[in-house]
């Protein structure tokens, strides 16, 4: 099993960053995509960003250009720098983990994202 635990959110101004992380522990070895999603109030849970063991990331045509996923395979933590944040980015943010051949999905407890206007 991999467990995830994410920090780093927070209160921004609009126009302002925040840096998340997310620090795996487990089977890590197994893990194949690491990624953020996020889901504001009423509404469903979308991707925003995912990366893969060799390093390739996808986001969300919503935040290409401001957001940054990386990850530090020594500190096995994965990061979303979060630049130019807007209102509308407001959310709790999680993040996710697919690891083994089945692969399976694991979830953090999430992180809540706030930007004032």
């Known amino acids: 099993q991999v467990q995830l635990v994410e920090s780093g959110g927070g209160l921004v101004q609009a126009g302002g960053s925040l840096r998340l992380s997310c620090a795996a522990s487990g089977s890590i070895f197994s893990i194949n995509a690491m990624g953020w999603y996020r889901q504001a109030p009423g509404k469903q849970r979308e991707l925003v960003a995912t990366i893969t063991s060799g390093g390739r990331s996808n986001y969300a045509d919503s935040v290409k250009g401001r957001f940054t996923i990386s990850r530090d395979n020594a500190k096995n933590t994965v990061y979303l720098e979060m630049n130019n944040l807007k209102p509308e980015d407001t959310a709790v943010y999680y993040c996710?983990?697919?690891?083994?051949?089945?692969?399976?999905?694991?979830w953090g407890q999430g992180t809540q994202v706030t930007v004032s206007s």
């Open positions: 996710n983990a697919i690891y083994g051949s089945a692969l399976v999905a694991s």
